[in-house]
């Protein structure tokens, strides 16, 4: 899930590392302005504005990269995300699967839906042991949420499905 959108922000700063950020504020962080002129920059970050990227400038002369907000809401508004999935047998799922039955549970508005825990998840969908260990954690912090009142990712409820069922062997119907 993450890596088509690593290549295309490749594509679009040839020459500069792109990385997924460390931590949950964006998805990615790139040293394109250390590598860039001066005079490709502009044309550089309206391609990226274009292709749906924001770009934040660092202290230390590097961009952190993440979605707009429209960007955002047709990646994680797919039709063709499953609405669930059978319970896991595996028990090295279960993290996951309480994760999306707790999101799916408590649907949202997207202006609403937080965004570092829907970073967190989509970070790590093409990285099982990833997801697997920091899916309780994310439980936990929606836990939290949940009593303060306030809404969850739920739009990470579709991916997680399906991620869950691409992991179990059940083909998208």
């Not at 899930?1 to 700063?13: C, N, Q, V």
């Not at 995300?81 to 508005?109: D, I, K, M, T």
């Not at 936990?140 to 997680?160: D, E, Y």
Request: proline share 10%; with cysteine.
């Amino acid at each position: 899930m993450i890596e088509p959108l690593r290549r295309e922000l490749s594509a679009l700063l040839p020459g500069a590392f792109v990385r997924r950020a460390a931590g949950e504020e964006s998805l990615f962080v790139t040293d394109a302005p250390r590598r860039l002129e001066t005079a490709a920059r502009q044309a550089t970050l309206e391609a990226m504005a274009a292709a749906g990227f924001c770009i934040v400038c660092t202290d230390n002369r590097l961009w952190t990269v993440d979605l707009t907000d429209p960007r955002w809401h047709s990646l994680v508004f797919d039709p063709q995300w499953p609405v669930r999935c059978a319970f896991p047998a595996e028990v090295r799922l279960h993290g996951v699967y309480q994760l999306a039955r707790l999101l799916a549970a408590h649907p949202a508005p997207w202006p609403q839906q937080p965004l570092q825990p829907l970073r967190a998840v989509f970070k790590r969908l093409d990285a099982p042991q990833e997801l697997m260990r920091v899916a309780p954690e994310l439980t936990a912090h929606c836990a939290r949420l949940l009593r303060k009142g306030q809404s969850l990712p739920s739009a990470a409820a579709g991916p997680l499905w399906l991620w869950l069922n691409n992991q179990m062997g059940v083909e998208p119907s």
